[in-house]
């Protein structure tokens, strides 16, 4: 392949553009407002999902100590009627009289282990609503924190963006300075290897820091100027300079 020297010495300013757009887009990719949005993210939807569970904890544990109370309220209820009656002499009869009070013993008994029941459950119910303020604070917490890593990544982003932008305009400047074939070459070579053209400098390809042996070296001297040459060693495109030693 042939091309103008000065073609092929834009290679190099090309080659420099796209490794300034390679390490941008790595930076853009590997930011450590990224790693943090993602821990943030799960220790927020765990705290989260623990306040869901405590709050669902917290609404059964409230409707069974409505229905608890209202156990009680009926057993009192039906307590206190049996006592009234007792205590107004209606029943005369020692066996009548002798199940009434049984029945009076039973529903106190019974109502004061429906007490239990329901202290048991204000306990439970009262725990389950303190774990509900831990985990909605912690939640909350979390949330200010991520808002704040989702804007130092979004101000990041916009002046990586930009930076990205501005490269990219000179790229396209310096492709319409390089012959289609030339540039079609190099843009294969930089998918293979990353870089697709290097400067030989002091006798060195600077893509590979390979030091080009003599009879490599005479070979080059010999070759046209305006002659793509390939680094035997890594392929790239080699372009040659006043400092290339030659």
């Given at each position: ?186 843009e294969k070579l930089k998918d293979q290897y990353g870089v697709g053209a290097a400067m030989l400098h002091g006798g060195r390809c600077q ?5 080009l042996s003599i009879a490599e070296m005479n070979r080059i001297k010999a070759a046209p100027h305006d002659e793509v040459l390939r680094c ?15």
């Amino acid at each position: 392949m042939k091309a103008a020297p000065e073609a092929q010495k834009r290679l190099l300013d090309l080659a420099e553009l796209d490794s300034k757009l390679d390490r941008l887009a790595h930076r853009r990719r590997t930011l450590p407002e990224l790693a943090e949005i993602d821990e943030q993210s799960k220790r927020f939807a765990r705290f989260a999902t623990q306040a869901i569970e405590a709050e669902t904890e917290a609404g059964d544990l409230a409707r069974d100590q409505i229905k608890a109370e209202g156990d009680v309220d009926t057993v009192r209820t039906r307590a206190d009627r049996d006592q009234k009656r007792l205590d107004s002499g209606a029943v005369t009869s020692p066996r009548d009289l002798a199940g009434l009070q049984s029945e009076i013993v039973s529903l106190q008994r019974r109502q004061g282990d429906l007490e239990e029941v329901v202290l048991e459950i204000m306990e439970r119910r009262e725990a389950a609503d303190t774990r509900v303020r831990e985990f909605s604070a912690q939640r909350d917490e979390l949330a200010g924190g991520l808002s704040a890593a989702e804007a130092r990544r979004d101000a990041a982003f916009a002046e990586i963006d930009k930076e990205a932008g501005e490269l990219r305009e000179r790229r396209s400047a310096a492709v319409g300075e390089i012959p289609a074939d030339l540039l079609a070459l190099y843009e294969k070579l930089k998918d293979q290897y990353g870089v697709g053209a290097a400067m030989l400098h002091g006798g060195r390809c600077q893509g590979c820091k390979v030091a080009l042996s003599i009879a490599e070296m005479n070979r080059i001297k010999a070759a046209p100027h305006d002659e793509v040459l390939r680094c035997d060693e890594c392929r790239r495109i080699l372009v040659r300079t006043p400092e290339s030693g030659i």
